[in-house]
């Protein structure tokens, strides 16, 4: 079954810093994805970034990258010089793809506060 | 720009009532999905499609009926509304293969309130 943990419901860091967001998660596939999404306060949802399981390279994509820790089903987003824009909730989310449904399962996120 | 448009935005409904949520993707994927997500939680999904004429169950598909009658539009329908669907509903869409393999873009959402 599928399952994923963000065990930090909350976060701050201070304009500058870097962040470190935290998610782990349960598959017994080998090929999977796993996202990142950051909701705005308006409600959207903005795709950030993935990971392949089978990529052994920590993906990154401008400020954003992921320290993918595969052996221990854990993900890390990290955000470089974070900004008070950075605000908002953070979703880790896992897609299995030999099922191929394209199905996300989501953790509960992580709500941000940078703070200026 | 490609977009995921979801009709109507807010929708107060009465218990019992239809309700019927709309959406419309210009992303020419085959996917579409309905997901719920209640205050404090994630996302969960409720019924999905993989193209035109094709509905599946999500993890959670009670109480809803889904339909894709075209590429573009995927419905999300309560026949008989109930307090407890009162959540956020984000509809959104992704493709299957390729570089962008299950990467989903979400609408806006639409915030239902069932009284």
Partial sequence: ?116 | EAAVTQSPRNKVAVTGGKVTLSCNQTNNHNNMYWYRQDTGHGLRLIHYSYGAGSTEKGDIPDGYKASRPSQENFSLILELATPSQTSVYFCASGEGLGASQNTLYFGAGTRLSVL
């Fill in chain 1, 1 to 116: 079954a599928q399952r994923v943990t963000q065990v930090q419901p909350t976060g701050s860091s201070q304009w500058g810093e870097e962040v470190t967001l935290d998610c782990s998660y349960e598959t017994s596939e080998y090929f999977y994805r796993i996202f990142w999404y950051r909701q705005l306060f308006s409600g959207e949802m903005v795709f950030l970034i993935y990971q392949p399981s089978f990529d052994t390279q920590n993906q990154r994509s401008g400020r954003y990258s992921v320290v993918f820790q595969k052996s221990f089903k854990s993900i890390s987003l990290v955000i470089s010089a974070s900004q008070p824009e950075d605000s908002g909730t953070y979703f880790c989310a896992l897609s299995e793809l030999v099922t191929n449904t394209g199905k996300l399962t989501f953790g509960d996120g992580t709500v941000l506060t940078v703070k200026p």
